[in-house]
């Protein structure tokens, strides 16, 4: 009980005058409590298996087992070179401000794709509204994107960050970030931003995507659908 009294204050505190001006208050409350919920657990989970494997390798590194550790330092930093000097494919998630209209936002999006880096890409626009009332609200993007072979990951994220940041705050990391993927996490992205969520939470916004779209005569995605999936020769 006293989770879920934290939780609503924290709810309840951060909704806004517009979200005060639906008339079912509550279902707004029980729905962020929700979702709120479930980012705590998963922080939690994250942290209690961070904890556990430094606990794991702390305990060989103070045991001085060289035996294990190095077979496994030799795996980890092999998997970070690997997507270090070789990846060419970013994932990026913006998530513009409210006072932003949907027309010029995507009419930024692809505005960003034109730089000359980048060769291929495939975005998909996305809204938070879990019922019609809310249809459209938190509109954001997710982008796959394949820079040229010549261009650093970094200067890639410079770029878009100075582009993007026409509409968010690029310094704060859950309206704007990228992260480098691997060629073989692809098809992964892929299923993320074209199918259906694995968390069913994200289920009923999908949903309104779908009649969000049709109402804006927006597609369900944009360029290249197989983006990092072509044969190579």
Not at 81 to 86: A, R
Not at 147 to 158: A, F, V
Not at 197 to 224: C, P, T, V
Request: charged residues 30%.
């Amino acid at each position: 009980m006293l989770i879920k009294q934290i939780l609503r204050e924290l709810v309840v505190e951060d909704i806004s005058l517009e979200e005060y001006s639906i008339c079912n208050v509550d279902t707004i409350v029980q729905q962020k409590i929700r979702l709120l919920d479930i980012q705590f657990k998963r922080r939690a989970m994250e942290r209690v298996v961070s904890q556990y494997y430094y606990n794991h390798f702390n305990k060989l590194i103070m045991e001085e087992n060289v035996e294990e550790i190095l077979p496994l330092f030799r795996e980890i930093k092999k998997d970070i070179n690997d997507v270090k000097d070789n990846s060419n494919f970013i994932f990026l998630n913006v998530n513009p401000a409210s006072n932003h209209s949907l027309l010029s936002f995507q009419q930024l999006i692809e505005k960003s794709l034109k730089k000359k880096w980048i060769k291929s890409y495939c975005y998909v626009l996305e809204q938070r509204g879990e019922s019609i009332a809310e249809l459209g609200k938190g509109f954001h993007t997710h982008m796959i994107i394949e820079k040229d072979e010549t261009k650093q990951y970094t200067q890639c994220l410079k770029e878009m960050a100075r582009t993007f940041s026409k509409v968010c705050d690029t310094t704060n990391y859950h309206l704007f970030n990228g992260s480098k993927i691997k060629e073989s996490d692809i098809n992964k992205r892929r299923n993320y931003i074209l199918g259906r969520k694995a968390d069913e939470s994200k289920h009923l916004k999908q949903d309104m995507d779908i009649i969000w779209r049709k109402e804006y005569f927006l597609k369900s995605y944009y360029g290249n659908f197989n983006i990092g999936l072509e044969k190579k020769d």
